[in-house]
């Protein structure tokens, strides 16, 4: 078994997907703790919805880079669903389900009315399951998602005590002078990156597991927001290195490997709370 | 004045970077649009029409030359570039010791970089296929591989050698088949294509 692992690890492709695919968990997990504790963990969903349809339409528009559309897109719908929050007429969870749905819907139809493409269902099948994109990136690509990924990281680590003061009680922060519209607007933009980054690696249907699993099970061992963003990184890696190596091994889809590994381990991690 | 300057750098340098991703997730975005290969096309964006034995409309990523002795039709096998791929593999690429996952990742890599493996004797098993092109007066014959999901795939054209006769040595629709051909790429009409020429049934 080790010998296949080193014999896979030779290729440049598997050596990108796993850099790719821990980077992204990484930086996914960091956030997905402050979006579970605002009671925002279907965002990743939503927003991944509202990504697919904006790739649709790009796909009608034939633009020759989709991304130029489908980030400014999830980017502007993250950031209106974190910052109108409990303000809005539809409130919170309605307005993801309704983008969720309804962007879903939308390309969907759209693809089947407008597509071109001789394999529809091989084109949603791809974009919903992730498929195996993680595997078909180039070094730029790499390079490009690192970077990102980085820049999340650092942002959040910058801005660690803002985060966290607005995460837990948003009307206390802002009496305290912190700007929670913008700590949110920031949250927002490394959302959609994050989430956009994230359709290669699992899909837009299991990108909300990315986001949530690693916080909850985190969450189920430790109490402090620290100790819970730490675990939940460690653990989120963890899944996504094995997931990505199970499915080079046995051939199985990547993303839904990957979110297979983190339920197990959220199984896991509340056996343990429950002991404890 | 300096945290308001300081706030606008921040969300000016989180937009940027966001606009850099554009090559970052595009799942169909190819690494090399002048890399005109016309069984990329298939992967993704708009993926290859997965053959099926009653299925007419089936799209064979690359057509077979008219005369399969003209050699003068290919390419002539550049040398490849010196790529951690071309040492991993050395001359011989068998695919069918690797996982489904990995043979697709393997098998888009030779769709989009072909002069990586021009002049390689490839291996691959994968479900047989062949179309006839009614516009051309061309069969062409493929073999189809899938990714994990089942909801994507690939195929590579092989030319068998004339030792196989049409149809009575050819499998059936569908067949899952084991194919051995030296990878190379020629160009016709309206593009270069892909193909393992003087290839041989394993099984």
């Known amino acids: 078994m080790l010998d296949k692992i080193f014999f896979y690890l030779q290729y440049p492709f598997v050596r990108y997907a796993i850099i790719v695919g821990v980077l992204i968990s990484l930086s996914s997990s960091l956030l997905g703790v402050t979006l579970v504790l605002k009671r925002f963990s279907y965002i990743g969903d939503g927003l991944s919805h509202v990504a697919f349809g904006a790739m649709a339409v790009a796909t009608v528009l034939k633009l020759s880079d989709k991304m130029l559309l489908i980030l400014p897109v999830t980017v502007i719908c993250a950031v209106l669903l974190l910052k109108t929050g409990q303000n809005a007429k539809v409130k919170g969870d309605a307005a993801i389900a309704m983008l969720s ?7 969907y139809l759209l693809m089947n009315i407008f597509s071109t493409s001789s394999n529809l269902t091989g084109d949603v099948c791809s974009t919903l399951f992730g498929s195996t994109s993680i595997l078909t990136l180039t070094l730029n690509e790499v390079i ?4 990102l990924s980085v820049v999340v990281m650092g942002i959040f680590i910058f801005m660690y005590n803002k985060i966290l003061a607005v995460t837990f009680d948003e009307t ?3 009496a305290t002078g912190v700007s929670a519209d913008f700590y949110n607007t920031i949250t927002a933009v490394m959302i959609a990156v994050i989430i956009v980054l994230a359709m290669n690696l699992v899909g837009s249907l299991l990108i909300s597991a990315l986001v949530i699993f690693p916080a909850l099970s985190a969450m189920n061992v430790f109490k402090s927001f620290f100790k819970v963003t730490i675990a939940s990184s ?22 839904s490997t990957i979110v297979a590994a983190d339920v197990f381990v959220f199984l896991l991690s509340f056996a343990m709370g429950k002991k404890k | ?14 937009l940027s970077c966001s606009i850099f991703v554009s090559g970052c997730a595009g799942q169909g975005d190819l690494p090399d649009e002048s890399t005109d290969i016309t069984a990329s096309d298939t992967i993704e964006t ?8 009653d299925d007419e409309d089936i799209i064979i990523p690359s057509p077979e030359p008219e005369n399969t002795d003209n050699n003068d039709a290919f390419i002539p096998a550049s040398e490849p570039e010196n790529t951690d791929d071309n040492e991993i593999d050395g001359d011989y690429i068998d695919l069918t010791i690797m996982s489904s996952t990995v043979v697709y990742g393997q098998v888009y890599n030779m769709m989009y970089y072909p002069e990586k493996f021009i002049g390689k004797t490839i291996k691959m098993k994968g479900l047989y296929s062949d179309y006839f092109d009614q516009r051309s007066g061309k069969r062409y014959f493929a073999c189809i591989i ?12 092989f030319i068998l050698t004339d030792d ?9 629709q569908g067949d899952e088949v084991t194919v051995e051909g030296i990878f190379d790429v020629y160009e016709e009409e309206d593009g270069s294509y892909c193909t393992l020429r003087e290839a041989k049934l394993i099984s």
């Open chain 2, 164 to 172: 196989y006769k049409y149809p009575d040595d050819y499998p059936t």
């Open chain 1, 101 to 107: 749905v309804g962007s879903l819907a939308f390309g």
């Open chain 2, 46 to 53: 708009e993926p290859i029409a997965v053959p099926t034995p």
């Open chain 1, 144 to 147: 490009l998602c690192a970077v």
């Open chain 1, 172 to 174: 206390f922060a802002k």
């Open chain 1, 234 to 255: 460690i653990l989120s890696v963890i899944c996504a290195f094995v997931g990505i190596m199970i499915s080079i091994l046995a051939g199985t889809p990547v993303g």
């Open chain 2, 146 to 157: 899938m990714d994990a999901t089942a909801c994507c795939s690939q195929g590579v054209e």
């Open chain 2, 1 to 14: 004045m300096k945290m308001r300057l300081l706030r606008r750098t921040i969300i000016l340098s989180i």
